[in-house]
């Protein structure tokens, strides 16, 4: 499936013209993550595959039904849906996430949005402020999308705890 | 009394976010206890039930349950078939300008699964459909096709 | 169109036309959208281990107390609370409309405001149906001052609201919206306002029967002194009239005994029938009876009348009684004399015999006991075969047919579900009258008596329930505590404390204390539950306190010999945590720590470098003793231990032997050191010889060891 708009890159610069004739710097870069010399940066497992590795080893972080022939009545809809929950997430819980907030999946089971994922907490952790957080989370995402929306955030201590490699 | 089977295609496509529309009649609730005496049950020779997916991992544990549950509820079951996928594929440019001959290759796979279920009348299908329903797992869709049986119309009876 | 299938049937079916009979198709069974979830939802029932589905389902945020219970409920609700407030106040904001169909429930509005809304009949009707009580007042005095007509029917309605309401806003537990104010709201009934709204409209409206009877019933309902004379005032002067059944209630709850039965006398010469709710007020009137004999023979009385008009008492009018059985005075257990004592003795005896008699009522009319008592014999007998004998075919076979016979037995005694009446609240306090029940059994320490009350509470017939995190975990805790307290074996202890804590009963002090009592007491080793009572005292917060030195005790007396494999690596991993934590509150010694710190005492150091000699920690061990020689650590700002208090003895010769064994000089010196600010000189000599004996102490050493001996005091 379509990993949508999120992780290609454009190349279109507007401040000025660019002629590039060599084929190789137009890979596509989406998904594939660059290896730093002092292995630093975090994969999970997810992130650790290949795109091409897509329906076998790697699976999708939205699920819905509207991307299958003859179920496509909603499509960009869902897709806008899902946009606005990820940016919502990513706002709201800025010292809570894990891996920039990337790695949210979003299911869709009748009319009901699941949201399941990792927050990390990485000082000491106040859990009334976070039910409050979810509350409210919960709230204001249902209401913004007239849909029933559940949240199905874990904890985990430190980002680490979801590193599947470094490199 | 000679029955003719008359093979109703009614397709209900039931996508994971609209509202399940379920094959109990739409009765005006007013009506309904002079009807409901009177209405009787609708009797399907067979219920063709179509899943799509695009994870066939998911789908093959989807079928499982299926046929768990038409064991457990004594269900007589008909054929599975699974039916190979169907393939969307759209390519985009590689390079700017220039270069058709290079592109990437995006596709979507789309499987699908059939399961039947034989002799079975309205209530029981619609309870058994809204079950099925209920436990779809995220990302797949269905699709229900009826056979109903039917009596012959007066006008080729008499 | 017709295709091959149907030739095919045509055919069959002509060539057995003759015998075909006529078809007769069954109505279709009509069904409602939540048939099919109610179906589902019957098949399963509460799982008592699992966490509630109301909390976010991850171990850290799962709790184990009743107060974060209440705490997490309540802070989520009121984040939902607040991005509703926000979706009012800016509704375009979030008008995106593409739900078919249109679902109000996505766009809270805001309460008419009643200044601003139309000065007519009808709106204030709307306001009164929402029973939005202080708006609708408002409104009507709006109404009053821009003299607009109001109706008798509406002023009728809206005095109606406000009498029951005390012109006060309707109270938490009756809010729709909210499930956590509704459940943890606290709020007191409150006396009658008067010079409200209600006073107003019943002088503006005609007094008739109904008024007068509102008035009277809400008076007595919101009561303090002055309402209730003027309910009884009231009552005087409309004696030309018929008062309802609802005032007379109220008159008869809030007046004394006798005027109560004289009340119930003139009620009865009015041919008004009485109902369970006047029955309640009698009740509560003759608990107001300071005599107690009197009380009881009034109860007693009453009971007797309620038969006599064959009239089923309810669960409030038990819990009335159960409530009133026992002194208030009595209760206290530290402000009990002698001859109080035995009162009360009595006084609880009589109570558990009420509460007897009231269980086999109940039980009576649910008509389950029978069949379940038969069954329990014929499970034991089939347990037993079961677990002895499965194996030979011979005895298996018989225990097949034990197995038949039983399930004919019942088959054959006409045992059905079709004979069972369900138990339904009829009051807002029947649920009231498990706690109270408990209550007394557990004063009584009544385990037989509480299981029935349990099984009650839990039969399918029983749908009064009581508010989940509140009034049930008091019911549950103090079931656990009763039957906690009566048995001996660790293994029953264990079974009723896991399928129990937390979810249905929060982790406090007293079954926390109770249990590791009981595991002191017993002779029968059961790590999983010290573990597990451990584990839920740090969850809890009770490690700093006197259940702290109890679990250091209690992990002292643990033989680690008598540990499995996996058991021994749990309690190495609980001690270093333990002991972590401890240390990590005795170094809050920063300003805005200061509140939290918790210093080390010397007792607690020296049994915590017990445990982590137990557990093979040697270093991390003298590192904690060292704290105690130090002066630094003792005093001045950054001090983590706690100057006054001496080390346990027992610790520290443990210690002092375990270093000997491992001929660890500097060990041994330092558990001598320590063992010599508080034992004095006939006391360490025997120990300096048998240190110089066992390790290898040298020349210098000992002379050391032995002036420094001959230093201390005698």
């Known amino acids: 499936m379509l990993r949508y708009l999120q992780n290609v890159e454009t190349h279109i610069s507007h401040s000025y013209r660019q002629i590039s004739t060599t084929s190789t710097l137009h890979k596509n870069r989406a998904a594939k993550t660059k290896s730093t010399s002092n292995r630093t940066q975090l994969l999970t497992y997810e992130m650790a595959q290949k795109p091409h590795h897509i329906g076998v080893r790697k699976s999708w972080l939205t699920w819905h039904s509207q991307n299958l022939e003859e179920f496509r009545q909603t499509q960009p809809l869902v897709v806008a849906q899902d946009e606005v929950v990820r940016r919502f997430i990513r706002g709201f819980f800025p010292q809570n996430l894990v891996v920039s907030g990337n790695e949210i999946v979003i299911k869709r089971r009748g009319n009901v949005l699941i949201v399941a994922g990792f927050l990390q907490y990485s000082r000491r952790l106040d859990i009334r402020r976070i039910y409050w957080m979810f509350g409210f989370a919960e709230e204001f995402l249902s209401i913004l999308l007239k849909q029933p929306v559940k949240l199905e955030l874990a904890f985990v201590e430190s980002e680490e705890e979801v590193a599947y490699n470094y490199i | ?158 | 169109m017709i295709g091959r299938i149907g030739l095919s049937r045509v055919l069959t079916r002509g060539l057995s036309s003759g015998e075909a009979a006529k078809l007769t198709i069954q109505p279709a069974i009509e069904r409602s959208p939540t048939d099919l979830l109610n179906a589902l939802s019957e098949t399963v029932g509460p799982d008592t281990t699992a966490p509630h589905f109301a909390y976010i389902d991850d171990p850290i945020t799962i709790p184990s107390t009743q107060s974060a219970k209440k705490t997490y409920f309540m802070a989520k609700e009121f984040g939902k609370r607040a991005a509703r407030e926000l979706a009012t106040e800016w509704p375009t904001l979030f008008a995106f409309d593409r739900d078919q169909p249109r679902l109000p429930a996505f766009r809270p509005q805001h309460l008419a405001d009643p200044f601003q809304v139309d000065p007519t009949e009808k709106s204030l009707l709307k306001m009164i149906k929402s029973r939005e009580v202080q708006d609708s007042c408002v409104l009507y005095e709006r109404l009053r001052s821009e003299n607009v007509e109001v109706s008798e029917k509406v002023q009728l309605e809206l005095f109606r609201l406000v009498a029951y309401y005390n012109s006060s806003n309707i109270p938490f537990s009756e809010w729709q919206e909210w499930a956590g104010i509704r459940n943890f709201g606290e709020e007191s009934n409150g006396k009658w306002k008067t010079g409200g709204v209600a006073d107003l409209l019943f002088e503006t409206l005609q007094k008739t029967d109904e008024t007068v009877s509102i008035m009277i019933a809400a008076l007595c309902k919101f009561h303090d002194s002055q309402s209730v004379e003027r309910a009884k005032e009231l009552y005087k002067e409309h004696q030309t009239g018929k008062i309802h059944l609802e005032a007379f209630n109220g008159l008869i709850g809030a007046s004394s005994f006798n005027a109560a039965k004289k009340l119930a006398a003139e009620m009865n010469s009015l041919k008004i029938s009485p109902n369970i709710s006047t029955f309640n007020a009698l009740l509560f009137s003759a608990a107001k009876i300071s005599k107690y004999e009197e009380k009881i023979k009034a109860f007693s009385e009453i009971i007797a009348e309620i038969r006599e008009l064959d009239m089923e008492p309810a669960l409030s009018c038990y819990y009335i009684i159960v409530k009133n059985l026992i002194d208030s005075k009595l209760l206290d257990k530290e402000k009990r004399g002698e001859n109080e004592e035995q009162s009360y003795n009595k006084q609880l005896t009589l109570a558990v015999s009420w509460i007897s008699e009231i269980l086999n009522e109940i039980e009576g009319d649910i008509v389950f006991f029978k069949k379940r008592l038969k069954i329990r014999i014929f499970h034991i007998k089939i347990d037993f075969l079961q677990q002895n004998v499965i194996s030979e075919p011979i005895f298996r076979s018989k225990f097949f047919k034990m197995y038949d016979f039983s399930h004919r037995f019942c088959q054959n005694q006409g045992i059905s579900d079709e004979n069972y009446k369900n138990l339904a609240p009829v009051t807002s306090q029947c649920h009231l009258f498990f706690v109270e029940a408990m209550g007394v059994l557990y004063r009584a320490s009544n385990e037989k008596l509480a299981e029935q009350l349990r099984n009650i509470y839990e039969s399918s017939q029983n749908s009064i329930k009581m508010p989940v995190f509140t009034v049930e975990s008091t019911f549950y805790n103090r079931y656990l505590q009763l039957a906690i307290e009566q048995t001996p074996s660790l293994n029953r202890i264990q079974e009723l404390y896991f399928s129990m804590v937390p979810r249905l009963v929060g982790v406090n002090n007293s079954l926390t204390s109770l249990v590791f009592r009981k595991i002191s007491a017993s002779s029968e080793r059961n790590w999983p539950l010290l573990r597990r009572a451990i584990v839920d005292g740090i969850t809890a917060g009770q490690l700093n306190g006197v259940l702290g030195e109890e679990m250091r005790k209690q992990l002292s007396n643990v033989q680690l010999h008598t540990l499995g494999t996996s058991e021994r690596e749990q309690y190495t991993t609980l001690v270093q945590k333990l002991v972590a934590v401890w240390i990590e509150f005795s170094q809050f010694t920063e300003e805005r720590m200061r509140r939290l710190q918790r210093k080390l005492s010397p007792s607690q150091i020296s049994e915590c470098a017990l445990l982590l000699t137990r557990i093979g920690e040697q270093q991390k061990a003298y590192e904690l003793l060292e704290l105690l020689l130090d002066e630094n650590a003792s005093s001045g700002e950054e001090a983590t231990v706690y100057p006054k208090g001496h080390a346990r003895p027992w610790a520290m010769a443990e210690l002092f032997e375990d270093a000997l064994r491992k001929k660890d000089t500097y060990g041994a010196a330092l558990c001598l050191e320590i063992l010599s600010l508080t034992a004095n000189r006939a006391k360490l000599e025997p120990l300096v010889n048998r240190m110089v004996e066992k390790c290898n102490v040298n020349q210098e050493q000992a002379r050391i060891l032995q002036g420094f001996v001959r230093l201390r005091p005698q």
Not at chain 2, 36 to 55: C, F, M, N, T
Not at chain 2, 73 to 85: C, K, N, S, T
């Open chain 2, 1 to 158: 009394m000679l029955k003719l089977a008359n093979t109703v295609r009614s397709g209900l496509l039931t996508s994971t976010i609209r509202n399940v529309r379920t094959l109990a009649p739409t009765v005006n609730p007013a009506e309904q206890q002079q009807v409901q005496a009177v209405l009787p049950d609708k009797l399907y020779s067979s219920i063709e039930i179509e899943y799509r997916g695009h994870d066939k991992a998911v789908l093959k544990s989807y079928t499982t349950f299926l046929q768990q549950v038409c064991q457990h509820l004594e269900i007589p079951q008909g054929r599975l078939e699974v039916l190979p996928y169907i393939r969307w594929v759209q390519p985009a440019l590689r390079s700017k300008f220039v270069h058709k001959k290079y592109k990437l290759h995006y596709e979507t796979r789309t499987h699908i699964s059939k399961l039947e279920i034989q002799n079975v009348t309205g209530s029981t299908a619609s309870t058994f459909l809204e079950y099925i329903q209920r436990n779809i797992p995220e990302g797949v869709g269905m699709r229900v096709g009826f056979t109903e049986l039917q009596p012959l119309p007066l006008t080729i009876q008499n």
